[in-house]
């Protein structure tokens, strides 16, 4: 398990999405985000050159590893929120986005000593290097206890 204080800023850590079929943004934009853009290929490649994922379901793709691979294995204890979410450019069908967590910043809770913030900017590439998807996330995780305590 990793703790807030196995964490320096600076610090790079790469993750790879899995790309989202034709059928896949579909079917989630039926149920989820029913725009023309990501239902209807005629429309979509009229508009964006082909069909496009929905931001939600890009988002969701982003974090599917950094939840599955990177945060099962650190004591967090909750999300925050996101700072200056964006999509910057359309995710298109059968592209795997390349992923980058920075962490920013590792700030020690003044009042609750067994805690603290990670901060991490996550960030999003599609496979011409474009970044797709960029968020600034503070999440709070647990700090190593001492064992002098």
Do not use: C
């Amino acid at each position: 398990m990793k703790y807030l204080d196995d964490f320096m800023p600076g610090e790079v850590f790469r993750f790879r999405s899995n790309p989202m079929s034709t059928e896949s943004i579909k079917a989630f934009a039926n149920e989820w985000d029913p725009q023309r853009l990501h239902t209807d290929e005629d429309y979509a490649t009229k508009v964006h050159g082909s069909l496009i994922a929905s931001g939600f379901q890009t988002m969701l793709e982003v974090f599917k590893p950094i939840m599955t691979e990177f945060m099962v294995t650190i004591a967090n204890i909750g999300g925050i929120g996101f700072d200056g979410l964006r999509w910057h450019r359309p995710v298109r069908p059968n592209e795997p986005l390349d992923i980058e967590l920075t962490i920013n910043s590792v700030t020690p809770s003044k009042s609750k000593p067994d805690r603290g913030i990670l901060h991490y900017t996550l960030s999003a590439k599609n496979p011409q290097g474009e970044v797709v998807f960029s968020t600034d996330t503070p999440v709070m995780i647990q700090r190593k206890q001492n064992d002098t305590d």
